[in-house]
């Protein structure tokens, strides 16, 4: 059982959550990832660890409630417990001094991004980052990126903060001003899609960190399963980070899609559960 030790909402929607689990927070590099589950019956869902602190033994997620599994973890009060939490998963982020990184992040991308920015940086590269969302509410984690970037660039759809746009156009307005040797892309999958077209036209070496279906993590099931430059991939194992010019992201979002009237169903009924439960 791993004990949740602080708690703090970004919006409505997005957590931050900071939890015991100090053999992870030991052994976790940029990059890596946890699967969770809550309650005995839960699914196991993947989250990239966005913090950790050895002293203390901890580390952080960011949950954004979009299904039911979500919603539970997010409901979870400090002193509470997570029933099951694996890890760290994944391949580490390869981190070395490179010269200039682009680091994309949009909604709650932001948040894997974060350690990854940090590393970039301490690694002496000169690091410009680009953090989106749909408004200004949605914006998260603004000053700890901040702190290891030499630019930020604040971008929302709406307008309401920062600037005016898509992630995209605020990658060109970087890219337009001076050399790029490599770009980190982390958010939802139209938007990595669209961003890896980006870079692509100037270039630019580009890595993707994926958000696929996953259920055991350590590549058994297949469900993470990926193509990317014509060859099946297993995201929890193989990744969460690829060439983001190698991957089939149109493959990507049908399998991201396949579940989501189920998905939509359980939501609904499990806030309408919640509710009767309220009254």
Not at 218 to 236: Q, S
């Amino acid at each position: 059982m791993f004990k949740i030790v602080d708690k703090e909402f970004f919006s409505e929607n997005v957590v931050r959550l900071s939890i015991e689990a100090p053999r992870i927070a030991k052994a976790r590099r940029a990059g890596h990832f946890v699967i969770v589950k809550i309650g005995e019956k839960g699914e196991r869902f993947p989250l990239t660890i966005a913090g950790a602190d050895r002293e203390k033994g901890t580390i952080t997620l960011v949950v954004q409630k979009v299904g039911v599994s979500s919603r539970k973890l997010a409901a979870l009060e400090v002193g509470e417990y997570i029933t099951d939490l694996v890890g760290p998963l994944g391949q580490a982020t390869h981190i070395e001094n490179k010269g200039t990184i682009l680091a994309c992040g949009g909604g709650v991308g932001v948040a894997p991004l974060l350690p990854i920015v940090e590393a970039y940086k301490k690694a002496g590269n000169r690091v410009i980052t680009v953090i989106a969302a749909r408004s200004k509410d949605l914006i998260i984690l603004e000053d700890q990126i901040k702190q290891f970037s030499d630019e930020l660039i604040v971008m929302t759809d709406d307008g309401s903060y920062g600037k005016k746009g898509l992630v995209t156009e605020g990658m060109e307005e970087a890219i337009a001003r001076e050399k790029i040797d490599e770009a980190m892309i982390i958010g939802p999958a139209v938007m990595m899609k669209f961003a890896a077209l980006t870079t692509k036209k100037y270039n630019i070496p580009t890595l993707a960190s994926l958000n696929t279906i996953m259920v055991d993590g350590t590549g058994m099931c297949g469900a993470c399963r990926i193509t990317v430059g014509g060859k099946t991939k297993f995201v929890c194992v193989d990744g969460p980070e690829f060439d983001a010019h190698q991957v089939d992201f149109d493959e990507m979002l049908l399998r991201l899609n396949g579940y989501k009237d189920l998905e939509k169903k359980a939501d609904s009924d499990y806030l309408k559960s919640s509710e009767e439960k309220g009254r």
